[in-house]
Structures are given as C-alpha cells and as structure tokens.
C-alpha cells in the first residue's frame, strides 16, 4: 500500500489522486540550531518566509493535488534557486542560494559567521536535495500515472520590497518563464479567471523561480506555472498577522485557479 503522506527530516510530500502538484518552497520556518548559532537575532525570526502558504491552500488536499513542503526556512537554503546559484534575473540584487541578507539588506549572520562553500555543499546535500529529489520523483510518477502534470510552485511575498521592485505590486503574480514551462492553453486557462477585486499579472516582475523554470517542460507533458500572491491579500502588512477575513476572501480565488489547473490537467 501506497503511503500518503511521507514526513522526511527536511520536507512532507503529501500524495494525492489528480495530475496536479502543488510546492511550497519558502513555506518552512525552521533553522538547525547549528545554523541558527551563527545568524543574527533579525534572522531567526525568518521574515521573509512566504507566511501561511500551507493554510492558504489548506483546501487542496481534499481537491485531490499532491503537495510538498519543506521544514526549514528559505534563510537555510534556497529550494528555488539552482544548486550552482545563478542569479535568474540578471542585473537584479537577488538574494543567494544560501541567502547572507534578508530582503531589507540585513545581515542575516553575524560577523565571520557567513557559510563557506563547504558548508554550502552540506546544507545542499542534506536539505535542498532531498526536496527536489522528492519533487522529480513525484512529477516523474505523476506523468507515468497521469499522462500529463502540472506543477504550482506557489508563493507569497510583501506588496512593497524595494530591494526587488519599484512601487507595489499586483496582487496575483503567475510566471511561466515567459511562456516557456507551460503550453498556451494552460495560460489561456489562467487569463481567463476571474480574479476581481484583485489585480493580476503574468511574467511580470517574477516569472517564476528556478523550480518552475527547471521542471516545466511543456514537450513531455508538463506544465509549470508559478503563483507570486501579494501578501497585501491576507496579511496586516509588513507584519506576519494573518487577517481570517482577508484570507477567506483570497482564498476562494485561489481555490477557482487550482481547480483550473487540475481540469487543464486532466483534459
């Protein structure tokens, strides 16, 4: 008998019944207490995690998606990033594969503390490969099983990070690698949703992250796509107080795209 759900020491893969599986990279919290000796109190509080992801898409397992999410925090290691730690907006300040300052450019070590490659190969082999591993894995059994799969790497990130981008940014941002890691009719799927009150875009100013660009491949049946949510949507911003009304509001958009992308799936 199959198990459903799979706790690993890093990440829990939560197996479901359709050909969509939902990743929620910087949805953990938790740093190693080894790490967590050489960072700075500000970085212990993990403030840029992309809060409450899980809850907001709490509705998806019973919708029948697979789900994968990691214990630790994206200060640890970046699952969205390559392993080789390119930057996936060139010219942008980006934050590292192993992030050395948080989003408003504290430091997140203290002094001398910042890790060296070694370190950096430890924390890939025991806890960004483990996820991607799961998540290959997954996409690979779903395709065989299914024969088509979609991915959602899904995301929440402040509406004001000046690091990052000017102004405030929509409220809905999907990404496809600029139409590369999903077909046109899954696009078509996502432009015509109803998304109102909230403003939307797609290929904006994030067009997906390292997972949705590295594992779409719209040849061999499958898409990717990636969801950036204003946290302006279900946030008290710039803290992490989740508002319940809010969320409850967003959530019913939310769940009207993962449905969409589970009927494009098993068309």
């Known amino acids: ?12 893969l939560i197996r479901g019944s359709v050909p969509l599986l939902i990743s929620m990279p910087h949805n953990g919290e938790a740093i190693p207490d080894d790490i967590a000796a050489t960072m700075t109190a500000k970085a212990l509080t993990v403030a840029d995690t992309d809060w409450y992801i899980d ?3 709490d509705f998806a397992e019973q919708l029948g998606a697979y789900i994968i999410k990691p214990r630790y925090s994206r200060y640890v290691i970046d699952l969205n990033r390559s392993k080789t730690n390119e930057n996936l907006y060139p010219g ?7 992030p050395t300052t948080a989003f408003d450019l504290s430091p997140l070590y203290l002094p001398e503390q910042q890790p060296c490659q070694a370190e950096i190969n430890r924390r890939i082999e025991l806890y960004w490969q483990p996820y991607h591993q799961a998540l290959a894995h997954s996409l690979q059994a779903m395709k065989a099983q299914y024969g088509k799969v979609v991915l959602l790497d899904a995301h929440s990130i402040l509406s004001q990070v000046p690091r990052f ?6 409220d809905f941002n999907f990404g496809t690698a600029d139409g ?78 993962v449905q969409s992308l589970i009927s494009f799936a098993q068309q």
């Not at 008998?1 to 829990?12: L, W």
């Not at 981008?165 to 929509?170: A, C, D, G, T, V």
């Open 165 to 170: 981008f000017e102004h405030k940014l929509p």
């Open 92 to 98: 942008a300040n980006s934050t590292e594969l192993c």
């Open 180 to 257: 590369k890691s999903c077909s046109q009719s899954l696009i078509k799927y996502v432009e015509q949703l109803d998304l109102a009150p909230y403003s939307s875009v797609i290929n904006g100013r994030f067009k997906g992250g390292y997972i949705t660009r590295a594992y779409g491949k719209p040849d061999e049946n499958i898409h990717a796509i990636q969801l950036e949510l204003s946290q302006a949507t279900y946030l008290q911003e710039p803290t992490n107080k989740y508002l319940l009304d809010k969320a409850e509001q967003v959530k019913i958009k939310l769940k009207m795209f």
């Open 1 to 12: 008998m199959v198990e459903k759900i799979i706790k690993q020491s890093s990440y829990t």
């Open 55 to 57: 809850k907001l898409y």
